[in-house]
């Protein structure tokens, strides 16, 4: 008997050739990157139809959910979560935000010959490379294109805020970088909307304490503290992870591993059994430190007016976080980011400037 699990019934494993959607060839199925995480339930292509158009295709592996003791479970969950990504992507496409990966095709269709036979499938833009790769060909990343960066992400959050939307999974591999536009700039758009939150529509994703990456996940989640405010939960922890990618970028180690860096062990999220609240001052001390040890590129005008954006943006106490001017306000989200987001403009500038004056 044929094994459900089996690769050479999974269609999803064999699309190459094949053409799907609006005239879309499939290319061969691309490997994961080295440092990728997550993703474990979907497999990747490219595509490119005959006017040139070139694009990125992400089909749901439902195999995965054979794997599980509890398949009927898993499989409504992945079909749950596709849903909810397509749904967001479509919208994102419709609001036409600038600084968001749109979705240029979806759809479902059944293979003949297989077991495992509808395809569900996404078709996005397709991108030039995700950070990481942009950090990895470079031995160091000019600081006026970091920030470009840095803002074109912030810009791309605060789109989704607007519309309600929280990632919550930010990271480097979710943040793609897209050929020159008429600035003669690369820009970079927010990917991957498939652990996203929208206020009012349900997510299986919803219940979870840690939605995204570990690695770049806020002190809170790490902690396994729920916030009751769904602001702070969502908005304030996508805040968090704006600033850690940030940090990244600039230091080539996530904000994670600095506070990791000036926390006694007994203190560390892996261990710590009291609650949040008791720990908050423990870790506002390696914040703190965190802030005063950083190696950063700029000027020192510069250097402290980016410390304190990375202030605003990881604060370990989330009820704390974000930008004094949106905190104040009694209109809107205390974690807006239109401040940070000019902020980084003006920081951007300036930084070109001192660029252009050194040569």
């Known amino acids: 008997m044929t094994s459900m699990s089996d690769d050479s ?38 595509v490119a139809r005959r006017d040139g158009a070139q694009g990125f295709l992400k089909v749901l592996n439902l195999a995965k959910a054979f794997d599980s003791d ?28 600038s600084r968001v990966v749109t979705a240029i095709d979806h759809g479902q269709f059944q293979l003949s010959g297989f077991l495992m036979a509808p395809i569900s499938y996404i078709i996005f833009e397709l991108a030039t490379h995700d950070v990481r790769v942009a950090m990895s060909t470079s031995q160091r990343l000019d600081a006026t294109l970091q920030l470009h960066y840095l803002h ?45 939150f929208r206020s009012g529509s349900a997510s299986p994703h919803d219940t979870m304490e840690i939605p995204g990456d570990h690695i770049y996940a806020p002190p809170e989640q790490l902690y396994r503290h729920t916030y009751a405010d769904e602001a702070t939960r ?7 992870q704006v600033g850690s990618i940030a940090t990244f970028l600039i230091t080539g180690t996530t904000m994670n591993a600095h506070l990791a860096a000036h ?33 950063l590129p ?9 410390r304190q954006v990375l202030r ?12 004094p ?29 001192e660029v252009r004056d050194a040569s």
């Open 298 to 306: 700029f000027s020192d005008q510069l250097n402290q007016r980016f």
């Open 234 to 240: 969502r908005y304030a922890a996508d805040l968090y």
């Open 263 to 295: 926390i006694p062990e007994p203190l560390h999220w892996n261990v710590y059994g009291d609650t949040y609240q008791e720990a908050i001052p423990y870790l506002d001390h390696a914040f703190g430190a965190t802030l005063e040890s950083l190696s």
């Open 152 to 196: 074109n992400l912030a810009t791309g959050v605060a789109q989704l805020h607007a519309r309600r939307i929280a990632h919550q999974d930010l990271k480097p591999s979710n943040f793609l970088v897209f050929p020159a536009d008429a600035t003669g700039k690369e820009v970079g758009k927010i990917g991957d909307l498939g652990r996203a």
């Open 9 to 46: 019934q999974n269609a999803a494993l064999h699309l190459e050739g094949r053409t799907v959607g609006e005239g879309w060839v499939v290319g061969p199925r691309n490997k994961p990157h080295q440092d990728a995480t997550g993703g474990y339930f979907s497999i990747t292509y490219p």
């Open 325 to 353: 001017a949106a905190r104040r306000s009694r209109h809107g989200s205390p974690y807006r980011l239109e401040r940070i987001v000019s902020e980084l403009d003006l920081i951007a500038r300036r930084a070109a400037l």
């Open 312 to 323: 605003y943006l990881c604060e370990p106490d989330a009820e704390r976080r974000g930008h």
């Open 70 to 97: 509890y398949f009927i479970d898993e499989l409504n969950w992945l079909t749950a979560e596709y849903v909810a990504e397509r749904d967001l992507c479509i919208l994102c496409g419709e609001q036409r935000l």
